[in-house]
């Protein structure tokens, strides 16, 4: 994940074009948010080995 | 009076369902304008189906007791809410989820709704559309949450037990605040159908009452395998009130040392010390543990959650996004802006993190935390005091809830002493399924401490003549 906190317009057009619409104040609270979880996203990064499996995710168990 | 206790007495006849109901409604009516921890009360349902009870042969644990659930789980004729204006024309649900129609099958009787942080996606109680759930303990802080409105409404005495969700703690944070018992269970342990998601993969239904025994009662109730609901697992489910009697003799207990440091307020990290060697004094065998890499734990779950959630929310987020509230707006749409790759390197960590956190059950049986290392702010506040520095108060939160959800494991929150006249509580988490051991070790605990038998001063302030 890039490091960079993206920029309002940055994120406004994100928004767009995904058929979302949020105001600037909507979009600085969300900065608040990736200002923490940028970073340690990229620290997460570094800290799972490459060769770590996922977790399972589940699926029904019913006969065909 | 416990849940419990009251069932005894419906079995035995001492008191009947519809006196049972009359006595919670009238409590609701007394007290529930302050604290505002129901949405709806279903007066008329409830009273029809005490009368129906009456004269029929108890059968079923919960037989004739008055129960209540937070407003994102369906009850056939009520709308579910989920606190959010967005909801707000949203039709009466026309079947029980699971876990209302594993209460209705051990007999007891549904009260009605309660109040939650919207959407169950915030810690405050204070997003809802219906106003702020207020803590009974002091009017003037917030009640936790999401699961706000079910854990004041244990504490008030509104109803004998709640059900609550918990996605990174919902069930446990205003249990702590409130003063209650709660249990977030195993994930997969209940049905999560009928119930608006938050997360999928975190999301758990879960007990809140009196005491750990009222706790596994009702957890006893809504357990189980479900095949309309994938995430379920087929375990048998035990009687949990079974052998809690058995006490904790040689129970190997981890204090995880790492959220006992400058994290928690020192009061706090008193009162769980203390706890700690309430267990140590019934025959446990304490010491310390660390869970490597236990404080990213929180970033794995967020780098999964974020996404999980804001997917749920896509078609309103593009119709309705005026109608959520600020802080949930917020969150919602941030999850728009995190990478999918990112959502993978999450559920890669959550495998580390489970095979960490299993390395550290091979030594211990239950581990031991604080549930909160504040206490809970003032509504309309952001931030808390935690030994002299104002911090955001949802940044506390994460390290000590996030984990356990992240790994699935069931954690049982207790109170376990009063800072500043507002209750503290020691999160116990055991291994997957280990639910009859939490409730043991509870149990235990409850029997030689009296935190979760002390009441907020509600009566006097309402005039009430107990």
Same mark, same amino acid.
């Given at each position: 994940?890039?490091?960079?906190?993206?920029?309002?317009?940055?994120?406004?057009?994100?928004?767009?074009?995904?058929?979302?619409?949020?105001?600037?104040?909507?979009?600085?609270?969300?900065?608040?948010?990736?200002?923490?979880?940028?970073?340690?996203?990229?620290?997460?990064?570094?800290?799972?080995?490459?060769?770590?499996?996922?977790?399972?995710?589940?699926?029904?168990?019913?006969?065909? | 009076?416990? &849940?419990?206790?009251?069932?005894?007495?419906?079995?035995?006849?001492?008191?009947?369902?519809?006196?049972?109901?009359?006595?919670?409604?009238?409590?609701?009516?007394?007290?529930?304008?302050?604290?505002?921890?129901?949405?709806?009360?279903?007066?008329?349902?409830?009273?029809?189906?005490?009368?129906?009870?009456?004269?029929?042969?108890?059968?079923?644990?919960?037989?004739? #007791?008055?129960?209540?659930?937070?407003?994102?789980?369906?009850?056939?004729?009520?709308?579910?809410?989920?606190?959010?204006?967005?909801?707000?024309? +949203?039709?009466?649900?026309?079947?029980?989820?699971?876990?209302?129609?594993?209460?209705?099958?051990?007999?007891?009787?549904?009260?009605?709704?309660?109040?939650?942080?919207?959407?169950?996606?915030?810690?405050?109680?204070?997003?809802?559309?219906?106003?702020?759930?207020?803590?009974?303990?002091?009017?003037?802080?917030?009640?936790?949450?999401?699961?706000?409105?079910?854990?004041?409404?244990?504490?008030?005495?509104?109803?004998?037990?709640?059900?609550?969700?918990?996605?990174?703690?919902?069930?446990?944070?205003?249990?702590? !605040?409130?003063?209650?018992?709660? &249990?977030?269970?195993?994930?997969?342990?209940?049905?999560?159908?009928?119930?608006?998601?938050?997360? !999928?993969?975190?999301?758990?239904?879960?007990?809140?009452?009196?005491?750990?025994?009222?706790?596994?009662?009702?957890?006893?109730? #809504?357990?189980? !395998?479900?095949?309309?609901?994938?995430?379920?697992?087929?375990?048998?489910?035990?009687?949990?009130?079974?052998?809690?009697?058995? @006490?904790?003799?040689?129970?190997?207990? @981890?204090?995880?040392?790492?959220?006992?440091?400058?994290?928690?307020?020192?009061?706090?990290?008193?009162?769980?010390? $203390?706890?700690?060697?309430?267990?140590?004094?019934?025959?446990?065998?304490?010491?310390? +543990?660390?869970?490597?890499?236990?404080?990213?734990?929180?970033?794995?779950?967020?780098?999964?959650?974020?996404?999980?959630?804001?997917?749920?929310?896509? $078609?309103?987020?593009?119709?309705?996004?005026?109608?959520?509230?600020?802080?949930?707006?917020?969150?919602?749409?941030?999850?728009?802006?995190?990478?999918?790759?990112?959502?993978?390197? @999450?559920?890669?960590?959550?495998?580390?993190?489970?095979?960490?956190?299993?390395?550290?059950?091979?030594? +211990?049986?239950?581990?031991?935390?604080?549930?909160?290392?504040?206490?809970?702010?003032?509504?309309?506040?952001?931030?808390?005091?935690?030994?002299?520095?104002?911090?955001?108060?949802?940044?506390?939160?994460?390290? !000590?809830?996030?984990?356990?959800?992240? #790994?699935?494991?069931?954690?049982?929150?207790?109170?376990?002493?009063?800072?500043?006249? &507002?209750?503290?509580?020691?999160?116990?988490?055991?291994?997957?399924?280990? $639910?009859?051991?939490?409730?043991?070790?509870?149990?235990?605990?409850?029997?030689?401490?009296?935190?979760?038998?002390?009441?907020?001063? &509600? $009566?006097?302030?309402?005039?009430? +003549?107990?």
């Amino acid at each position: 994940m890039a490091h960079e906190l993206p920029s309002i317009d940055q994120l406004r057009d994100a928004a767009a074009a995904q058929g979302i619409h949020p105001s600037d104040d909507d979009l600085e609270a969300v900065q608040g948010f990736l200002r923490v979880l940028v970073p340690a996203f990229a620290e997460l990064e570094q800290l799972v080995p490459l060769d770590m499996r996922p977790a399972a995710m589940f699926l029904p168990t019913e006969a065909p | 009076m416990t &849940l419990v206790a009251l069932a005894q007495r419906l079995r035995d006849g001492e008191t009947s369902p519809t006196e049972a109901v009359e006595y919670y409604l009238a409590r609701i009516d007394a007290l529930d304008g302050s604290i505002n921890s129901y949405i709806a009360v279903m007066e008329d349902e409830a009273r029809e189906a005490a009368a129906a009870l009456e004269g029929s042969q108890p059968r079923g644990g919960l037989w004739g #007791v008055p129960v209540a659930v937070k407003d994102v789980i369906d009850v056939s004729g009520s709308p579910t809410t989920a606190a959010s204006d967005v909801r707000r024309d +949203v039709a009466p649900a026309d079947r029980d989820s699971a876990v209302v129609e594993g209460l209705r099958r051990a007999g007891a009787i549904i009260l009605g709704k309660l109040n939650t942080h919207e959407f169950a996606y915030g810690a405050m109680t204070t997003s809802s559309r219906f106003g702020p759930s207020r803590n009974p303990w002091a009017l003037d802080r917030i009640v936790g949450g999401s699961s706000g409105g079910s854990g004041a409404c244990v504490a008030a005495e509104l109803a004998a037990g709640t059900l609550g969700s918990d996605t990174a703690g919902s069930v446990r944070i205003p249990s702590c !605040f409130n003063g209650v018992t709660g &249990l977030r269970p195993t994930s997969g342990r209940i049905s999560n159908r009928g119930v608006v998601s938050v997360a !999928f993969s975190f999301d758990a239904i879960g007990p809140l009452a009196r005491t750990a025994e009222d706790c596994a009662l009702l957890l006893g109730a #809504v357990a189980g !395998f479900d095949p309309a609901d994938a995430s379920t697992v087929d375990v048998p489910v035990p009687d949990y009130t079974e052998g809690l009697e058995k @006490g904790i003799e040689g129970l190997r207990v @981890g204090v995880v040392r790492s959220l006992l440091g400058a994290n928690v307020d020192g009061r706090i990290r008193e009162a769980v010390c $203390e706890a700690i060697d309430e267990l140590a004094g019934l025959g446990a065998r304490v010491e310390d +543990v660390e869970v490597p890499m236990l404080k990213h734990f929180g970033t794995i779950q967020q780098a999964m959650q974020f996404g999980e959630a804001t997917e749920v929310h896509l $078609e309103t987020l593009r119709t309705r996004l005026a109608d959520y509230d600020p802080d949930v707006r917020a969150r919602l749409l941030t999850g728009l802006f995190i990478p999918s790759p990112v959502y993978a390197l @999450g559920n890669r960590g959550r495998l580390l993190a489970y095979e960490l956190t299993r390395e550290a059950f091979r030594e +211990v049986d239950v581990l031991v935390a604080p549930t909160m290392p504040t206490l809970p702010p003032r509504i309309g506040e952001d931030t808390v005091d935690l030994n002299g520095e104002e911090i955001l108060y949802r940044l506390t939160i994460i390290p !000590f809830n996030s984990p356990w959800s992240l #790994v699935g494991l069931p954690v049982l929150s207790v109170p376990c002493g009063f800072v500043d006249g &507002l209750p503290a509580g020691l999160a116990l988490v055991g291994w997957r399924f280990a $639910e009859p051991t939490l409730f043991r070790a509870g149990h235990a605990f409850q029997q030689v401490t009296d935190w979760h038998s002390r009441r907020p001063q &509600l $009566e006097q302030h309402a005039g009430m +003549v107990e």
